[in-house]
Nanobody, 124 residues
Framework: QVQLVESGGGLVQAGDSLRLSCAASGRTFSSDAMGWFRQAPGKEREFVAVITLSGSNTYYADSVKGRFTISRDNAKNTVYLQMNSLKPEDTAVYYC?????????????????WGQGTQVTVSS
């Protein structure tokens, strides 16, 4: 089992920055990549970013590319999502998730552990 706990969400204004954290515990060695997803009100949950175990590879949704940066500190079992130049359309509940080896990173069903989510609200 892997437990994931997100933190760092909040209410900010457009153009502001926010950093989300995801602390992992349990059988973290069984996980490959760590991803961030988000779900806006009335919309389906969507992929945001992912980082591989070594941290050497990252991938982003087009909507956040150039504004968001995913990183990880394996010594702390923590993954971060630095969000800059936030827009109202970034408003959503943000979830981190852990994926085992060999499954496509962009598919939600590839991830077998999920956090409870943290709310990010961006006002205009």
């Amino acid at each position: 089992q892997v437990q994931l706990v997100e933190s760092g969400g909040g209410l900010v204004q457009a153009g502001d920055s926010l950093r989300l954290s995801c602390a992992a515990s349990g059988r973290t060695f069984s996980s490959d990549a760590m991803g961030w997803f988000r779900q806006a009100p009335g919309k389906e949950r969507e992929f945001v970013a992912v980082i591989t175990l070594s941290g050497s590879n990252t991938y982003y949704a087009d909507s956040v590319k150039g504004r968001f940066t995913i990183s990880r500190d394996n010594a702390k079992n923590t993954v971060y999502l630095q969000m800059n130049s936030l827009k109202p359309e970034d408003t959503a509940v943000y979830y981190c998730a852990a994926k085992p080896f060999g499954l496509p990173y962009w598919k939600q069903m590839s991830y077998d552990y999920w956090g409870q989510g943290t709310q990010v609200t961006v006002s205009s």
